[in-house]
Every structure is written in structure tokens, then in C-alpha cells.
């Protein structure tokens, strides 16, 4: 079990929580080294008396406040515990604020609060306030020799007690050259922003904190393993002469690149691209046959033989385009055999009418005489 760090109580009001303060992180880095490259030797740094040069141990080793050039004024643990005895002891709650209300930005470090002895109930009463009202207490608290300005927050079955930063430790952002939201150089259009929404909503999860981890770290550890099994523990890796990059442009196709993170084709860099087949002629679109042609389907020739296409696929498309030129070849067929005897119907007609009106015309004389 960690060791607590410290112990102290929680107040706001009247009610009072004996608590103690434990760590609620722990590091993982690489443990490096430093060593001598001459013979591998580690380096080690020493405590020494910068009168004498001699070594101090810890247990003579004490803090003091430098007021003048080289002048001490001594400071032991219990001094600073006398300064404010109330400020090194308690956490003293100043407000209760919504938790969406205290940026990202001032958080720092994390401690878990656990209760002291018989103040469980206390403590239990304090985080169902805080998980019901949806707050957290804003606090001040002295660890060690410096007074931090925390927050209490109710994460699961525990307090936590995160340190914060004051207004006057986070740097402004006016000398940095950050767009402003109505920026000309950096304009987001509506369809970028559609299809930027699209991307995040496509990757959009559950907070999962159990899959993410150190991939830095383990890889690593594997290359030190991998030169141990080789027996290259000593072999100093040189860097190897970097091979010149091609000079980037400025210019970024936002579109093209969201397009392709949404795992669509990137549109054309160029609309001349599109251009490209606009001399080809449109397909020619084929006529349905009238009913009269579909009866004189009988009498079309045959079509032209070709080599057939080895691809069956290339076999199916030269098929399904002689089928329009069969239907039109019999069309043309029909129509011109139906032509002259049409034209030999109208020239019996008119015969016929021609030897009618001769035969009445002596009639109508022999009456009229």
C-alpha cells in the first residue's frame, strides 16, 4: 500500500473530514542511466559542502532561506508547521463551481483523499453532495512548503484532490500566432467543416482508458532486449546521414485529405481533369422497334461474323451490342419492302378514279344536248 503523504482534514463550513493524501499517478518512463562512454562506468552526483568539498549525508542535510548573499535564516519542519498551523493542516473549501466552468488548462496533478480515522461517514456524505449537485470544491492546501490551489472532485467511490494553477502560472497566448476564429488565412469552409464533423463522429468511442498505453516505451525495451540476445550491449548506434526530403508545398487540399480519412476516393486535383473525354462522341442511344418491325424480325439478314473476344467478358458486351444493330438492320429491311407496295396501291387508286369520271362524262353531254 502507498504511503500518505499527508494528513490534514477537509472543512467548509462547520463540517470537518479527517482525511490523509496519498498519490493517484505513478511514473513509467525509461530509467536511463547516464554513463561514462570511455569505459561504461556510471555517473553518480554527491552532496558535498561547498566550503569544504567534503560529502553531507541526508541526515545532516537541513533547509534555510538565503535573505542575503550567502546569509541563511534556518528552516525546520516544525518552523514551517508553526507559520500556519490551520494552513498546513486542513483543506479549506472556498466555493462549490460547476465543473465544466474550470478549464482543462489549470488542472495539474492528481492525489487520491482518503477518510482518517472515524471520519467515514463524513466523507461518504461529502461525495454523494458532490456526485448529486454536480460541483466541485474549489480549495486551498499547503503540501510540504507551498500553498496550492485545489479541486475536490468526486470521481467513482473517491475524493480527488487535484492541484490547480493559478491565473498568473499559465502563459497568455498573445505573443503566439494563433487564427482567430474569423481569420482570412484560415477560412474554413461549410464543406470542409461538414466533412470534418463526418470524420470525428466516424471515430467517435467510448472512453476507454484500458487500451491506450506507452507503444513508445515497449518498443524500446524491445530494441534493448534485441541488443542484448545479439550481445551488442557496449556497440554505440551511430546516426545515420539523413537523406534530403522533398521540399513540401504550403498549399493543402484540406478537402482531398479529409475525403481520403473518410476512406473516400480524393476528389481531382484539377477540374481541367474532368475535360479529358469531353471530345468523345455521347453513345448512341437505341430505338425502341414499332410492333409492325417486330413482326418482319423474320427476313433480317444475318450480321456480320467477327472473331469472337477470347475474355468472356469482352464475348458478353460484343453480344449485347449487335442486338440493337439486328433490330435496326431489320427495320430498314421492312421498310423498304413495304414502299413499293404502297406506291402500286395509290396508282390503282387513281386509275380506278380516272376510268370513273371518263365513263360519266359522255353521259352528262347526251342529257345536255
Not at 95 to 123: N, R, T
Not at 317 to 332: E, F, V
Amino acid at each position: 500500500m502507498a504511503r500518505s503523504m499527508w494528513k490534514g482534514a477537509i472543512s467548509f463550513g462547520l463540517v470537518h473530514i479527517p482525511v490523509e493524501l496519498y498519490p493517484a499517478t505513478s511514473e513509467h518512463s525509461l530509467d536511463l542511466h547516464m554513463l561514462d562512454r570511455r569505459d561504461f562506468a556510471p555517473i553518480g552526483f554527491k552532496r558535498y559542502n561547498k566550503n569544504t568539498g567534503k560529502e553531507v549525508s541526508w541526515d545532516d542535510i537541513i533547509k534555510g532561506y538565503e535573505y542575503a548573499t550567502d546569509e541563511y535564516v534556518v528552516l525546520s519542519d516544525e518552523d514551517l508547521r508553526r507559520a500556519n498551523p490551520e494552513a498546513t493542516q486542513t483543506i479549506d473549501i472556498l466555493a462549490f463551481v460547476d465543473a465544466g466552468q474550470v478549464p482543462l488548462l489549470y488542472y495539474e496533478q492528481p492525489y487520491y483523499l482518503a477518510p482518517g480515522k472515524g471520519g467515514d461517514k463524513v466523507y461518504a456524505l461529502l461525495r454523494e453532495t458532490l456526485r448529486d449537485v454536480g460541483k466541485i470544491g474549489i480549495a486551498n492546501v499547503v503540501i510540504r512548503v507551498k500553498q496550492h490551489l485545489a479541486a475536490l472532485v468526486c470521481v467513482d467511490d473517491a475524493i480527488v484532490l487535484i492541484t490547480l494553477r493559478y491565473p498568473d502560472e499559465i502563459r497568455p497566448t498573445d505573443e503566439m500566432k494563433i487564427p482567430g476564429e474569423h481569420s482570412k488565412a484560415a477560412m474554413v469552409t461549410a464543406k470542409e467543416l461538414q466533412m470534418a464533423k463526418a470524420l470525428v463522429e466516424g471515430m467517435s468511442e467510448n472512453w476507454k482508458p484500458q487500451q491506450y498505453h506507452d507503444t513508445y516505451r515497449e518498443d524500446v525495451m524491445a530494441m534493448i532486449k534485441k541488443k542484448i540476445k545479439a550481445n551488442q550491449t557496449k556497440t554505440i548506434t551511430m546516426p545515420e546521414p539523413e537523406e534530403e526530403k522533398p521540399k513540401k508545398s504550403n498549399v493543402i487540399d484540406l478537402v482531398s485529405l479529409l475525403q481520403a480519412s473518410l476512406g473516400r476516393k480524393p476528389a481531382a486535383a484539377h477540374a481541367g481533369d474532368d475535360d479529358d473525354d469531353d471530345d468523345e462522341p455521347p453513345p448512341r442511344k437505341s430505338r425502341k422497334p414499332s410492333a409492325d418491325e417486330d413482326e418482319d424480325t423474320d427476313e433480317t439478314p444475318p450480321p456480320r461474323t467477327r472473331k469472337p473476344a477470347t475474355h468472356p467478358t469482352v464475348q458478353a458486351r460484343a453480344t449485347a451490342a449487335k442486338k440493337p444493330a439486328a433490330k435496326k438492320t431489320a427495320a430498314k429491311t421492312a421498310a423498304a419492302a413495304k414502299k413499293p407496295a404502297a406506291k402500286k396501291a395509290v396508282a390503282k387508286k387513281a386509275t380506278a378514279a380516272t376510268a370513273a369520271t371518263a365513263a360519266k362524262a359522255p353521259a352528262r353531254r347526251r342529257k345536255a344536248a
